[in-house]
Structures are given as C-alpha cells and as structure tokens.
C-alpha cells in the first residue's frame, strides 16, 4: 500500500508545470522608453511650432526697403522658427527684382537674421530693361532707368550676346581713357557702338569679334591722338578701317600702317 501511494505522488510531482514568471522589467523599460519618446516628440513638435520672435534684415538699401523684404517672406516665416526653410527663403529674395545675393541664419533662440545684396545695375537694356555687372537682365520693365547708364539693345532675347561683348570692350579701353556709351544691333545683324566722346564705331554684320580685335590694337591709338577730331570709325572693311573727320572735308587719303600687322587704315580726311 505504501508502495502505491509512493508511485501515486511520484506520478503527481511528474506531471506538474512549472509556469515562466512575467517579464514585469523589460515590460516596464519599454514602456518607460515609449513615454521618453512620445514626450520627446510632443517637445520637439512645440519647439518647431515656437513662432519666430525677431527679424534683422542688414543691407544697403536703395531700391529694396525691409518692409518688402519680410513681406515677400511672410508665409515661410509663419511656420516658426525651426520649420522655417531657409532655403526657400532664401529663393524668395533673390527673386525679387533688386535681390542679386541673400542669406539667411538662425539665431537661438528665435531670432533670424537676413543679409541681403542689391544688384548693381550696369547698362540699359532696350527701353526699359537693366543688366548688372555679369550681364544678367534683372529688370525687364524698370519704372526708371538712370541716365548716366550706357545703353544696350538689339534684336529680342539678344542681350546676353551683347551684355558680354559690351562688358569685354568696356574692361579693355579702362587703361585707355577711352569709353563705350551705347551699343546696338540691328535686326539685319550689324553692330554699332558710340563711345563717351561721341565717336561712332561702325562694325557691320560679318567677322565683328575680328573687327572689334582690330579695333581695339589699332582704332583705339588713332583715336587717342585726334579724338576731338573725328566723327566716326568705320571698321567695315577686309583689310582696315576708315576714319571720318568732323569738319566733313574729303581730300586724298593718307593711309596709317599699323607697325607689324600689314593693315592699313584710310584715313578721310
């Protein structure tokens, strides 16, 4: 009987399941670790939404006024301090018309700081158009154009040909004292420059980076020499250049040999 009851609870403590106790600590680390985030999101949300408390706009104005400037930008900076894209605020003030450089800067803890550059103009383009000092027409309906600018026009969308032909003479003639007051290409093609002093420069349509070149080695010298003389220089020719006098006068030409280039220039007298 014994030996029963023996085998009976040997049976009982064989069957018996040991259950595995609950993970109660890395329960609790993953939850406290949800709350750490969650609570970090909600900060980083209200700290992106803080709204932007001050702007500092620097700048030589002339043309453009800070009031335009955050005006233009107005709808970026509603969206707080961190949110703000800077740049695309960027690319806001350089599209306007007098905007040629912009940066922009966070300064903690919701300031921004604006620097921006005007463009200068440099010539006229056309009626009412302004190209800067690269030849980038940056206004093309301008309420007013200075008087002092050198004019530029020609043929419609031809401005970048002639804005950097211009730019090239004008660094040329600085050591000569020399200067270019207005260029113009015709619809048929052919270039014209008038320089400060008056004289007319006559290029025509064919080879005028070759005739501007001998322009620049040989006209330019004549030039200095007689410029309260002259009237025009017409450099429509294969092999040289006239010269037109202002009292009108036509005598026997002398020609001019330029020294070391075979070129003769006929001189009208």
Known sequence: MARKQAKRRKQQKAHKVTLPSFPWRKLSALLLAIAIITLSYQFSAE?????IRAITIEGPFQRVSALQIEAAISDELASGFLSANLSAIQEMLVALPWID??????RWPG?????????????????????NTRGELFVSAARHVPAELPRLSGPEGQYPIVATRYLDIREKLLHTGLDVRRVHVDARGAWEMTLANGIDIRLGRRDVGERI???????????????????FVDMRYSNGFTIGWKNGSRASARDFETEGSGLVAGIIE
């Open 101 to 106: 450089q912009a940066n922009v800067v966070r």
């Open 47 to 51: 700290l992106l939404n803080q709204p």
């Open 111 to 131: 300031n921004l700081e604006i620097s921006v550059t005007e463009q200068i103009p440099a010539a006229s383009w056309g009626e009412s158009g302004l190209l």
């Open 213 to 231: 070149q001998l322009f620049l080695d040989v006209a330019v010298n004549i030039i200095s020499r007689h410029e309260s003389e002259i009237e």
